[in-house]
């Protein structure tokens, strides 16, 4: 179902069912498949393909050779109807890949709104985006990987599969991440250990007081010898004089309750 107000370059082409919501654009030499929707106000520049059960929010711009909802690289993979979900007023820049996810996952890949994906960028099958991050440019993560609201990862990155980053974390480029990146760190490296706090981005986004809470959260968590524990047991503490704390907390206790809690965090 293609909408009014809609352009579609006549070198693209839109399989029968796809759905392209009013004021998308498409551009020369596109193909969309039938199982995907594309959000009003979306924009394709040109020679790219989205395919699979694929559905693009709106407002997005998609540049060239741009591959989304493509059969993922996981060898388990035998066809089962995974999806891609991608939200709104995202940026995704040329080359990069999104794949779609799979049964041993949640089912689905899925980028939230605001991102900045650069150029050459891979994003593996079950992986989840949150909102306002930025991967520059060849950032690949691997599958199962979590990247959490406001993440920042450098360019020529690598996150192995199942490592999560947490919200306002940056990762310095050239790094390779094996251990889970706590929200507010800044790391680096190969493997990536840990910097200090993210004091830019966090200078950035929060006011002093909450900007001093988190600089206290940090120094529980790394710089007083507590086991992971104890450390929880204190910022628990924290967070219900300042909140903001809440997102650190709630970030350990997940991996605490999930299978992947051996791989750690950075240090």
């Not at 059969?71 to 794949?99: A, M, P």
Request: glycine share 10%.
């Amino acid at each position: 179902m293609i909408q009014k107000k809609t352009f579609i370059h006549p070198t693209s082409i839109v399989e029968k069912g796809a759905i392209v919501h009013e004021g998308a654009h498409i551009g020369p030499f596109c193909y969309i498949g039938s199982q995907v929707e594309i959000g009003s106000g979306t924009e394709l520049k040109s020679h790219i393909v989205i395919n699979g059960i694929t559905k693009i929010g709106k407002n997005n711009v998609i540049y060239q050779f741009c591959s989304i909802g493509e059969v993922n690289q996981d060898l388990k993979y035998k066809g089962e109807f995974t999806r891609v979900e991608i939200g709104d007023s995202n940026l995704i820049r040329e080359s990069v890949s999104i794949h779609r996810g799979t049964e041993q996952g949640e089912g689905v890949t899925c980028v939230g709104n605001h991102n900045l994906l650069m150029f050459n960028t891979h994003v593996a099958h079950d992986c989840l985006i949150g909102h306002h991050c930025i991967l520059a440019n060849s950032t690949t993560l691997g599958g199962h990987v979590e990247i959490h609201d406001h993440a920042v990862i450098g360019g020529l990155s690598a996150v192995h599969q199942f490592c999560k980053v947490g919200s306002y974390a940056m990762l310095a480029g050239c790094s390779a991440v094996v251990k889970h990146i706590p929200p507010f760190i800044l790391a680096q490296g190969n493997h990536a250990s840990l910097v200090g706090p993210n004091t830019v981005g966090l200078k950035r986004h929060f006011s002093e007081a909450k900007y001093k809470a988190i600089l206290r959260a940090y120094q529980l968590l790394y710089k007083q010898g507590k086991s992971l524990e104890d450390a929880k047991l204190e910022l628990a503490k924290l967070a219900e004089l300042h909140p903001v704390v809440i997102l650190l907390l709630n970030f350990l206790n997940q991996i605490d309750l999930n299978s992947d809690k051996n791989r750690g965090i950075v240090r």
